[in-house]
């Protein structure tokens, strides 16, 4: 269960192209979302099904980038709508960056320009605010520490993963009620004006990996 594993063809395409946070991430993003309820795949099932959510992207980052010498670290956003965000948390010449895939695009990954994680996890505080969603913490896990359960290759669903992810400690964020306040204001706005067209003005969009 470690990444010694022998990769499939399609898999050694995707590690061989994909070396930086970059690549990896303009490659999850130009894959459909996963809108399944009942999956939870690992990097073999992403390539496989070409498609994946945001955990299922999460892995499978971390299961690329760690060919290419990074830890297999994800960042878990905790919302009081219980609807957590995973992503792929990397540093870089002293930046924390991250990777991620989401059905909002201000939820993708970062540029690794954040002195700490705290300040990487605040970055995503406005982007989460879509009339249920607010986060309230935020928690690192080393994936190598997930014991019993082959997070990089498994054909099955990993669901103790995010079992996993929802139990290990995390650490209180939480933006003002008037910032969120007036962030609410400006999406339920702009979605009346724009139903159909995804949110994107926000000022840290030059942050974003892309």
């Known amino acids: 269960m470690d990444q010694a594993r022998a990769l499939t063809r399609s898999e050694t395409r995707v590690v061989q192209s994909r070396q930086t946070p970059v690549q990896i991430q303009r490659w999850l993003r130009s894959l459909p979302y996963n809108w399944r309820n009942d999956t939870l795949w690992t990097f073999r099932n992403v390539v496989r099904h070409?498609?994946?959510?945001?955990?299922?992207?999460?892995?499978?980052?971390?299961a690329v980038m760690e060919r290419h010498g990074y830890p297999p670290l994800v960042l878990d956003l905790e919302s009081e709508d219980k609807l957590d965000h995973v992503l792929f948390l990397f540093k870089r010449r002293g930046g924390w960056g991250a990777v991620g895939k989401s059905r909002d695009p201000g939820l993708h990954g970062r540029k690794p320009v954040?002195?700490?994680?705290?300040?990487?996890?605040?970055?995503?505080?406005?982007?989460?605010?879509?009339?249920?969603?607010?986060?309230?913490?935020?928690?690192?896990?080393?994936?190598?520490?997930?014991?019993?359960?082959?997070?990089?290759?498994?054909?099955?669903?990993?669901?103790a993963v995010e079992r996993y992810l929802i139990r290990m400690p995390h650490k209180r964020l939480r933006a003002s009620d008037r910032r969120h306040r007036?962030?609410?204001?400006?999406?339920?706005?702009?979605?009346?004006?724009?139903?159909?067209?995804?949110?994107?003005?926000y000022e840290n969009r030059h942050k974003w990996l892309e």
């Open 50 to 62: 070409k498609t994946a959510n945001c955990i299922e992207a999460a892995l499978t980052a971390a």
């Open 114 to 159: 954040f002195r700490t994680v705290r300040d990487l996890a605040f970055s995503y505080v406005d982007p989460y605010v879509d009339g249920s969603g607010r986060i309230t913490g935020y928690g690192v896990a080393d994936l190598r520490e997930v014991r019993r359960v082959d997070w990089r290759f498994s054909e099955r669903n990993v669901w």
């Open 182 to 201: 007036q962030t609410l204001e400006r999406f339920r706005a702009f979605r009346e004006r724009h139903p159909d067209v995804p949110f994107v003005e």
